[in-house]
């Protein structure tokens, strides 16, 4: 596990960030991961290598606390893994901090997003998807337009409305099936359920895909309030590093 402590026990050696990710394979397995939640076998493809090899260097990685797996909700044969950004965030303040104190990095001001299209999609979009759409305005003023649907609409969970007020955020939404948004224009298409990412539909906009594997707070701890309090933090996590790419977009895609 990484901490914020900046002064390596040895300082002629790299530290542990340093050495982990100074490997090119890990590098490419963190690139990937910074992106999306994956499965090992995507993660084959994508890099290119053996399966051996690749679960040898995700395992480095969970090892150092970088990387989580997570059993899918759809097939429980199947593992995503999630890069913790946060951690990422804290060992690379950390290695730079070792070379010299100079390095040290401060929180930047987060960036002000491009006037981008959001989806977020779950299965019920009674829970995680409003709550995401809900984050997401809330992060960036109303500069994203941003809307969240389902492929089975379920009511709006008042657990759900509660998790949002403690950001100070009035949660109401209107259950809205899939079918009646994809053929809007979006440029980043977010699922937060494994169920939804296997039977995700094609957009014609062509959007780039994101995979947030979290767990439906419905079924976690009987549906009680703290499951989606947990869900609301991981969501808010998740949007504070997803600004940036945001921020980023090409002209061209805004």
């Not at 390596?8 to 542990?16: E, G, I, L, Y």
């Not at 009987?222 to 998740?238: I, N």
């Amino acid at each position: 596990m990484y901490s914020r402590s900046v002064a390596p026990a040895d300082a002629s050696t790299p530290p542990p960030f340093v050495r982990l990710a100074s490997d090119p394979l890990r590098w490419r397995l963190l690139r990937e991961l910074a992106g999306s939640d994956r499965r090992v076998r995507e993660l084959v493809e994508a890099v290119g290598q053996p399966q051996n090899l690749v679960s040898y260097h995700l395992g480095r990685l969970r090892g150092a606390g970088l990387v989580t797996a997570r059993r899918s909700s759809f097939d429980g044969r199947d593992t995503y893994y999630h890069l913790d950004l946060d951690r990422c965030a804290h060992a690379l303040a950390g290695a730079g901090a070792a070379l010299h104190p100079g390095l040290r990095l401060e929180p930047a001001p987060p960036p002000r997003p491009a006037r981008s299209r959001v989806l977020f999609l779950c299965t019920g979009n009674s829970g995680r998807s409003p709550m995401a759409e809900a984050l997401l305005r809330h992060r960036t003023d109303d500069r994203v337009m941003v809307v969240s649907a389902g492929t089975r609409p379920k009511p709006l969970s008042a657990h759900a409305v509660r998790a949002m007020a403690d950001y100070g955020i009035t949660l109401s939404h209107e259950p809205t099936h899939v079918d009646t948004v994809r053929r809007r224009r979006f440029h980043v298409v977010i699922s937060l359920c494994d169920r939804v990412r296997e039977a995700c539909p094609e957009f014609p906009s062509r959007p780039s895909l994101i995979h947030w594997s979290i767990p439906d707070p419905a079924h976690e701890d009987g549906g009680a309030l703290p499951a989606y309090r947990r869900a609301a933090v991981e969501l808010d996590k998740r949007i504070r590093y997803l600004l940036p790419s945001l921020a980023e977009a090409p002209e061209e895609t805004r």
